[in-house]
């Protein structure tokens, strides 16, 4: 099918949260597939400008595709797709399309980073005789996350002028600029009824119709059909189809001369990440329907930026956040319409003061100067995550007697745990959840080590963690004490939250061989090669596959569905524990990252959000996900790198 990976996706991302996408198959399969994909209030307000293209060759034998589509309710036009002879995804994707006579034609597609502008450009080679390449673009106009469909407000007539022609389908909405190097054709249809197959898999609505106002026709003889797209009607106009060819190579170059610095596709691809929020920056949390959350940027950063050496960034990503704590919290999420910020979560604000922790850390050893500005600001916000939340704040959330954070109330998630059905929320997790204290005694230990009141609590804390967490019967810890707000009442079910009081922060909670037999025991029911269960199999409530309607997958989201980015922490909790971490290095290379890496891939260079708790753990969910690519990179250049500094709080001396 369209979406697997025998057909993977494929992102052009622009760096302020628009892109471009599609699969290697040619077809659309998702409402977020486009050529012209913007952001106008970065990285929010999204349109879809250009969704697709039909495109065809005109030979003297006849009408050649070179484009595939699907229709409902299950009609496929497979010619352009079955054309393909080859296709390259370095250093940006590329088809090669055989043509009648032994002639062939290459299409490939860019974003330049620096323009904004989706660049498409095809190449005629070998014989097949005199060609002309015919390009429809399939317009909408909407709003990234629905869907279009025939209407009569739609306006077709464009504005002219040189090579560039301008749509303004709606009042409201940006231009289409469309720089082209052929002859355009007014010819205004519709194509009605598209089927995007990930939508309905998904359970959501799945047809939609495009408007194309007319055919652009490119003499293949004359040289490279050059074809740039971009929301700025007002950018300087190439003034003839040769200087756009000079255009459109000097993009070529520029591009293609940033994506050859980077040490490897993983290291490029935390790039895509990184993007601007107002003045300032921040990370989006996964491509095609994601935009920044508190809690994905904070886990994502240390990979994508600190791990890749992008200090100056993280500096900037966490100045836009400090200044956002309210009440002790930081925003889970920004929606995509322009409403307020959302305080729903317990942990993004404590993995702000790991993060921070991790950056000041990373500058020290890369030599990278903080300003005192800076530094105060970030500490100043960590200190209001720590008053916030040890005097009380929204949600429940505080600090209890016995030193330990607790927070929940019915009908609120809280944790990254956080799938909701409905009013139903699926994994609660009211009370003390484990992986919620030991960021809490972290951010203690980090807000404690400047002159203050956080060291006697975070003290207090850890004494009471290792009392009260230790599950005997079954060589693990409890996830939650206190579960459901009852105090003595607890949730024993194996999860890997528990890794991060051995592996994945600065302050191991854990040592010796309790230490030992939590990672033991994570390895051997959650850990796959495509990362870790949230649930044990042998629980009743375990699900092996996500899929199936919204309603499905929500209950086995975090019911047994594996997370890659999980074994950032578990990978770390086993070189913590070992008697020769060196060794364990190597191990933990060929067993765990090496795997995940070679995973058939959902998107291209990228990896996914999650994947099935059942073998064959197919990718599902988020095709491009942040913390997946930051996890993995944090653990080829860091924990996993050769001759690391040994971290001071390893479990095994």
Known sequence: MPGSPAFPEWLEADGRGGFASGTTGLFRTRRYHALLLVATDPPGGRFVLVNGIEAWVETPSGRVPISAQAYGPDVLFLDGAGRVAEFEADPWPRWTFRLPGGGALDQEIFVSRARGTTALGWQARGGGGR????????????????????????????????????????????????????????????????LYTEERERGLDFLEDLASPGVFRFDLSAGSAVLLLSDDPDA???GSADALREDWAALRDEESRRRGSFRSRLDRAADDYVVRRGDGRTILAGYPWFLDWGRDTFISLRGLCLATGRLAEAGAILATWAGMVSEGMLPNRFPDTGRAPEYNSVDAALWFAVAVHDYLAACERGRHHVAGEERSALESGIDAVLAGYSSGTRHGIRADADGLLTAGEPGIQLTWMDAKVGGRVVTPRIGKPVEVQALWINALRIGGSRPGRWRALAERARATFSERFWNEDSGCLFDVVDADGRPG????????????????????LLE????????????????????????????????????DGVESRDDAYHQGTVWPWLLGAFADAFVRTAADPEAARREARERFLVPLLERPAAGLGHLPEIADGDPPHAPRGCPFQAWSVGEALRLDQDILAAGRREDLGRSVR
């Open 236 to 238: 300087p106009l190439p």
């Open 489 to 508: 009442n607890t949730d024993a079910s194996v999860r890997p939250n528990q890794i991060f009081a051995v592996g994945g922060l600065p302050f191991p």
């Open 131 to 194: 060609a002309t390449l015919a390009v429809r673009l399939l317009l909408s106009g909407r709003d990234a996350h629905a869907l279009h469909h025939e209407n009569p407000a739609f306006r077709f007539d464009p504005h002219r002028r040189g090579v560039r022609t301008v749509y303004r389908p709606y009042p409201g909405v940006p231009a289409t600029a469309a720089d082209a190097t052929g002859e355009y054709t007014h010819d205004p249809v519709w194509y009605r009824n598209f």
């Open 512 to 547: 010796g061989d309790r230490a030992l037999r939590v990672v033991r025991i994570v390895e051997s029911r959650l850990v796959t090669p495509a990362g870790v269960r949230s649930l044990c199999p042998n629980d009743p409530a375990y699900v092996g596959r996500y899929e």
